[in-house]
């Protein structure tokens, strides 16, 4: 298993490896776009080699089922785009979500459930892995409390019907977290889910979520350590893993991420797992 997270002011490959060294990660985000030449990939592939800094994910963060044909369609050429810079890296994936039906890219929206949805996914995620032929990496979707795909299961049943050997499991157990039952059994969420899902995880998101007694039901990101999510038993199924699989920190801000990695790697070596 690799912990890694965001790096800041990191000008060039050099600036942005030593960056990671200091915070004491061996996985990272991938920082370079669509738009990034071959050379500039292969310098940070290069710089990221040296120091065996594993390249974890390259974020395509678009809404590839936009009801909007215009948006729908920018978001899959971005995609495809941004699975080649992935496929080049070598990264573990290209990572997005499967979007939503509303206006919002990443919210909810009464037909995001639907088979004409679920559909429209399958095709989507087709079209983007069959343009790029993938070769090194995989497309994935995170995992989403309102969206395809919101459990191991719902996974599992686009995995099968994308039916392309490129398509993995990006998996963020916080977005599963969408009611108090699995608030409260978090741990269970997890180990169903790695015993369905685990050959297929290429890359996971590490982050917290607390639930408050307001009513009717308040759910709330927080900060690793925050809240409610079983650690124990996150890093014990990523260590049954055969392939180091990275686990990302996220969503906080700079000065957050070193309590965050502190509190994961103090988990970790309470139940023996190596980071």
Avoid at 90 to 114: K, L, T
Avoid at 212 to 227: C, I
Avoid at 233 to 258: D, F, I, W
């Amino acid at each position: 298993m690799r912990l890694g997270g965001p790096v800041f002011q990191a000008q060039d490959p050099e600036s942005w490896v030593k960056a990671h060294i200091k915070a004491g990660y061996t996985a990272c985000y991938f920082p370079l776009g669509a738009e990034a030449s071959r050379d500039e990939i292969n310098a940070y592939v290069d710089a990221a080699r040296k120091e065996d800094l594993l390249i974890a994910e390259v974020g395509a963060w678009s809404n590839t089922i936009s009801p909007d044909d215009t948006v729908r369609s920018e978001a899959v050429s971005r995609c495809q785009a941004l699975l080649d810079v992935a496929d080049r890296a070598g990264a573990q994936c290209c990572v997005n979500i499967a979007g939503s039906r509303g206006e919002q890219w990443d919210g909810p929206h009464q037909d995001n459930f639907s088979q004409d949805t679920f559909d429209l996914t399958v095709d989507t995620v087709r079209e983007i892995i069959d343009a790029v032929r993938p070769q090194r990496t995989y497309y994935t979707l995170e995992t989403m409390p309102w969206a395809f795909p919101d459990s191991a299961d719902s996974y599992l049943e686009l995995i099968r019907a994308i039916d392309r050997e490129r398509f993995a499991v990006h998996f963020d157990p916080v977005n599963l977290v969408n009611c108090p039952r699995r608030y409260y059994d978090t741990g269970e969420l997890i180990r169903d889910a790695f015993e369905k899902l685990g050959p297929y995880i290429r890359s996971c998101h590490a982050k917290d979520i607390a639930l408050s007694g307001r009513l009717t039901v308040h759910l709330d990101e927080v900060p690793v350590g925050q809240g409610g999510l079983d650690y124990a038993a996150y890093l014990t199924e990523l260590g049954k893993l055969e392939n180091e699989v990275p686990l990302m920190l996220e969503h906080m801000s700079e000065e957050e991420y070193p309590a965050a990695a502190s509190h994961i790697r103090e988990v970790a070596g309470s139940i023996g797992v190596s980071l």
